[in-house]
């Protein structure tokens, strides 16, 4: 069964903490992908990775940092949570970063920071 | 920069009448992929229709879309609401990078 995994589904932390997203994926895709979703906002790309060890910035980088040490996972670190993070997080899969690859979203993590 | 415009922000028609939503794009590249994803209620977006090819209709579980490369536009449509379309729906361009647009939600009444 192809699936998108993400852990935690809820997270509550208080400004200042650290919080890890993580985010698994069973299709050895190599492309992997992390949005986060607010009302009005769409998805907006946080980080790409390519392969492992293989990341670039998105559009919106500033306050994370990713890893990616095997080709079915990928975290999302935020270090020093901030308020303006509390967001609906997605990680996405596709095979390749071509143009017409099919993105596979997980379930997605909702983070409340206070 | 690429960008996609969606610009309503919620549709609400009845049960039945025919479905529209709009999906503009800016790109300088001449070979754009672009994409219709849709979003039910606490799911996660999911891939409805993709296109690259200029004037081509492409169809699935009942919505459609062309590729228009003049107007840079790739609006979605249905014939006929049901109530199980109502859902958030994203339009997406890839040329080195994917963007969504910002999403319209579709809401179907009774």
């Known amino acids: 069964d192809m699936k998108v995994t993400q852990m935690p589904r809820y997270l509550i932390k208080r400004m200042g903490e650290n919080v890890l997203l993580e985010c698994g994926q069973d299709m050895s895709h190599e492309t992997m992908y992390w949005y986060r979703q607010d009302p009005g906002l769409g998805l907006q790309l946080i980080y790409i990775?390519?392969?492992?060890?293989?990341?670039s910035e998105g559009d919106i980088p500033k306050g994370y940092r990713v890893s990616r040490k095997k080709r079915e996972h990928f975290s999302l670190i935020l270090d020093s949570a901030k308020t303006n993070q509390t967001s609906v997080y997605f990680c996405?899969?596709?095979?390749?970063?071509?143009?017409?690859?099919?993105?596979?979203f997980g379930p997605g993590t909702r983070l409340t920071v206070l | 920069g690429d960008s996609v415009t969606q610009t309503e922000g919620l549709v609400t028609l009845t049960e039945g009448l025919p479905v529209m939503l709009n999906c503009t794009y800016q790109t300088i590249y001449s070979n754009p992929f672009l994409f219709w994803y849709v979003q039910h209620l606490n799911e996660s977006p999911r891939l409805l229709l993709k296109?690259?090819?200029?004037?081509k209709r492409t169809e699935h579980q009942g919505f459609h879309a062309t590729l228009h490369k003049s107007s840079s536009s790739f609006h979605l449509q249905k014939s006929s609401a049901q109530l199980s379309d109502s859902a958030l729906y994203y339009c997406a361009l890839y040329t080195n990078k994917v963007v969504f647009g910002t999403g319209t939600r579709l809401q179907v009444l009774p």
């Open positions: 296109s690259f090819t200029d004037n």
């Open positions: 996405a899969s596709s095979l390749s970063q071509g143009g017409y690859a099919e993105q596979f």
């Open positions: 990775s390519y392969d492992v060890d293989s990341n």
